[in-house]
């Protein structure tokens, strides 16, 4: 399961009415690929359609696919968002992430 909090619910949902997209019929994919001074980084795009392998959760009324490989690196992970003068946009609370750089893009397990 991954948890969206309120802050970027809003922030969420002002993207994707920005990009074409519609928080109530589309998806957040939520992905790690490799790379980032920690080895692993985190993706995040918006997707109008599930591939074969994708697993779907929905919370705070946000629609998640996470593809399989990247879903066992993401369970318990809470996505958030930090605005204002020093705010990093996005950031992932990921407890089980070892290592994290310092800005919170990428992590190590």
Do not use: Q
């Amino acid at each position: 399961m991954i948890k969206v909090s309120e802050t970027a619910k809003k922030r969420i949902v002002n993207l994707m009415e920005d990009d074409g997209f519609d928080a109530a019929t589309d998806y957040v994919r939520v992905g790690v690929k490799s790379g980032g001074c920690s080895g692993l980084s985190y993706d995040l795009k918006f997707d109008k359609s599930l591939g074969e392998d994708d697993k779907v959760f929905e919370d705070n009324n946000i629609k998640i696919a996470v593809d399989k490989k990247s879903f066992l690196y993401l369970v318990g992970t809470t996505l958030e968002y930090s605005g204002g003068l020093n705010g990093k946009g996005f950031v992932f609370n990921n407890p089980n992430a070892n290592r994290t750089c310092g800005c919170g893009e990428s992590f190590s397990l």
